[in-house]
């Protein structure tokens, strides 16, 4: 495995609490865009919610240059995610909350602006 850290040049997280949903959004920024490549391939392989339950892939299409989307459902929760890398940044957002207030299709839409941001 690559090491990564030596393409980090820097970046960002933000939290978002509601009543009942969380969000989470994270950017960094690497060296260039091979190396941006190869973190994104890298967060691919990490496991989601642990060993709770498999996560489902969904298309993040529209979204950057290259990425991929999840759903994970456990008892009484769901969470959704989605990363992706334009140029040298790769971009993350994920959603926890109740059944049917966290799903892709609440998430895809702030990905979608987080994304618009960076181009």
Known sequence: MADHRLGFRHGYRRAFAGPEVTLSSTVVRLAHSTAASAFLAYLRELPVGGNAATAVEVPATGLGEEGYGW?????????????????????????????????????????????????
Request: aromatic fraction near 4%; avoid cysteine; charge should be negative.
């Open 71 to 119: 759903h994970l459902e456990v008892p009484g929760s769901e969470s959704s995610g989605f990363t992706w890398r334009t140029g040298d940044l790769v971009a993350t957002i994920t959603m926890s909350g109740p059944i049917g207030e966290a799903d892709p299709d609440a998430a895809l839409p702030l990905a979608e602006r987080v994304d618009g941001r960076l181009g």
